[in-house]
């Protein structure tokens, strides 16, 4: 750092304790009030989107809801400013994951009121509702203060090849019992497209079984009996593959929590005393997710 920004080091270093760094006691009551923010911003929002209903007697409001939004808005943002502030790397918060999500909470406030015009026009309605349900992305900033969610954060890490190997030979199992029901029922009975025909093999597989759309022909029924029984076979093969990773990392962290006073190892990860001579358990530090 250059001499001329060099008293900004004990302010960043300090930010940095506060929304990074949970293991003081300073750390951990900002931890809890960003979750009890980020919370409290998510319930706002399902009772703004039903205020009317619940509140016919308050004509102002949808007003009243705006001006918490613009308190959370503001909130949120000094956050996120803080954070890129106190950043050792400033690239590497702005582009992780958590960033793009506290960006992503921000922006459709920002961008309604840069751009006013959204409100008037009614063509644009969808866009304003997405951006207004973009705030609903807040809930997944809880995931930066919950330390076993990079147990399952890491066991996705590993399993992705064979996850996306699984994912990649279910979608060609879906291409082609979706053409053979596009064939086989010759475009009829809700059958008018290869798309649709596809939509009806991923929720036939997937056992859902809307039936707004289900086949009249022999052939047709007999293909999607083998695809119900085919979705029951393989419906349980991801969920196999991921425990078996979250197993493997569950043990690596047991192996890791060892006695000081008697060496012995295999405790649990919450473990706070030595379940062979009861000594105290020194805390390791958890591998968390990338912030």
């Not at 102002?60 to 705006?66: D, E, H, Q, V």
Request: proline residues 3%; hydrophobic residues 50%.
């Amino acid at each position: 750092m250059s001499q001329d920004f060099r008293f900004l080091a004990s302010p960043r270093r300090r930010c940095y304790a506060l929304l990074f760094e949970h293991r003081t006691r300073s750390g951990r009551r900002m931890e809890t009030f960003w979750i009890v923010a980020s919370l409290l911003s998510v319930f706002i929002l399902f009772f703004e989107s039903s205020a009317t209903d619940l509140f016919p007697n308050t004509p102002n409001i949808l007003w009243r809801f705006g001006l918490a939004e613009a308190a959370f808005t503001a909130l949120f943002s000094v956050e996120y400013v803080l954070r890129v502030f106190s950043s050792p790397r400033k690239t590497r918060y702005p582009l992780s994951f958590f960033g793009i999500i506290d960006l992503l909470t921000i922006l459709p406030m920002y961008i309604i009121w840069l751009i006013p015009s959204f409100g008037t026009a009614t063509d644009l309605i969808v866009l304003i509702r997405l951006l207004r349900i973009l705030r609903v992305l807040r809930v997944l900033k809880l995931l930066r203060y919950m330390s076993d969610a990079g147990i399952l954060w890491r066991s996705l890490m590993r399993a992705k090849r064979k996850l996306g190997i699984f994912f990649g030979f279910v979608a060609i199992i879906l291409c082609l019992f979706g053409g053979l029901m596009f064939a086989a029922e010759g475009g009829q009975d809700g059958f008018t497209s290869l798309g649709t025909s596809v939509y009806w093999a991923v929720v036939t597989l997937t056992t859902v079984g809307y039936g707004d759309i289900t086949p009249h022909t022999a052939i047709g029924r007999m293909l999607a009996s083998v695809l119900i029984l085919l979705g029951y076979s393989i419906i349980a093969v991801p969920t196999g593959i991921l425990t078996a990773y979250m197993s493997q990392e569950l043990e690596k962290g047991r192996a890791a929590r060892s006695c000081q006073t008697c060496l012995h190892s295999g405790h649990e990860i919450d473990a706070k005393f030595c379940a062979h001579c009861g000594a105290v358990l020194t805390s390791e530090k958890t591998q968390p997710i990338e912030k």
